[in-house]
């Protein structure tokens, strides 16, 4: 906490230096302090029978939550890649999945989410009722589970959905039908987990920057050309989450090193990207004012490095700290080659990672 204070007295000296208000500094204080671990590509996987028996030790772990992976050691089933396709899943059949954990209390990891990744529906003028009720029984099995909600990794890996046209059924229906045919879906989807959980949290990895031609290339990849869809998707489930639930703009943008690329990423996702500068093609007239009270902010961090950024425990735990202190409620740090679901002496991350995550912290 000290040294987030410090960071933030610097950080407001700077922009009085530079002339701006105080007031929009102090606007950027942290209010939500929460880490979450992201960590299944690299083994062992965070199921709900792994938690369940690995308990003491996850929660003895710098942070305040996991994005749980949920598939059954027999593999039965795997709704987190299943659930967005067509093939149904019960409710009771999810809740069989979340059993082992079910009710599970913690004293650190309180901040615990299904992770559910986005791979191909129907298209989106086709029948969506599967899809749609699997979010519905899945948004009911994490609230009786006692989960704070999904963490929603969009990024299609295998059967791609969100490109116009060449992902598209019907290439002769005009870019301006597929955005508000597919805002509609992730409005309905939004819809049916509200129905089972009002006050749901869902943290959508990528935000609607990665659809918008006019995000500026300093701040976020160019891959709007390949992702039409995605920010109509996004918008659509903001539209949906009503005033109880919350909506998170992942900010899965790896390449963050310094106070000014974190700071000047919140205010054009927050603030700018609904302005009428923008005039954002998928983000409807009405929904615009709303946007920055019903879309919270938050942060991705990576282990390697990313975009010709370098990447060492130093530098993250720089990285934690200022992503925290931006974000509004959370950020999450997704792993590859190594693990923090290992103590250090059994395979897991070195003492120097684990140090870096909660001196920065």
Not at 186 to 193: E, I, N, R
Not at 244 to 271: C, H, N, P
């Amino acid at each position: 906490m000290k040294k987030i204070a410090a960071l933030l007295l610097v950080s407001i000296n700077v922009e009085l230096l530079s002339g701006s208000l105080l007031s929009q500094t102090l606007q950027l204080s942290p209010s939500g302090h929460n880490l979450i671990l992201h960590s299944f590509f690299t083994g062992p996987l965070p199921n709900p029978e792994f938690i369940s028996a690995n308990k003491g030790f996850l929660d003895s772990l710098p942070f305040d939550g996991l994005a749980i992976y949920l598939r059954p050691n027999n593999l039965s089933v795997n709704v987190s890649f299943d659930c967005m396709s067509t093939t149904p899943l019960s409710y009771q059949t999810i809740t069989n999945v979340l059993a082992p954990i079910n009710g599970m209390q913690f004293n650190h990891l309180k901040q615990n989410f299904a992770l559910v990744f986005g791979e191909k529906p129907n298209d989106v003028f086709d029948d969506w009722s599967v899809p749609i009720q699997n979010f519905a029984n899945l948004a009911l099995a994490t609230k009786n589970a006692g989960l704070m909600g999904i963490f929603f990794d969009t990024e299609s890996y295998y059967n791609h959905w969100t490109n116009y046209p060449n992902d598209c059924a019907y290439p002769n229906k005009t870019l301006q039908q597929y955005y508000d045919q597919t805002r509609l879906r992730g409005m309905q989807l939004m819809q049916a987990m509200v129905a089972q959980f009002p006050d749901i949290i869902v943290l959508v990895f990528h935000g609607p920057y990665i659809s918008e031609p006019m995000a500026p290339a300093s701040l976020f990849p160019q891959w709007q050309s390949s992702n039409e869809l995605k920010g109509a998707f996004f918008s659509g489930i903001v539209e949906g989450a009503g005033n109880l639930a919350t909506v998170e703009d992942g900010g899965e943008l790896y390449g963050y090193r310094t106070y000014q690329q974190f700071y000047d990423s919140y205010q054009w996702r927050k603030y700018t990207i609904q302005s009428a500068g923008i005039n954002c093609a998928f983000i409807p007239s009405a929904l615009r004012p709303l946007w920055s009270s019903r879309v919270g902010i938050a942060f991705g961090l990576y282990n390697l490095p990313f975009a010709s950024q370098n990447m060492n425990p130093s530098i993250m735990e720089n990285t934690v700290t200022l992503a925290l202190q931006q974000a509004d409620n959370y950020v999450w740090r997704y792993t590859e080659q190594i693990t923090f679901l290992k103590p250090p002496g059994q395979g897991g991350a070195s003492q120097s990672w684990i140090d870096a995550i909660t001196n920065g912290k």
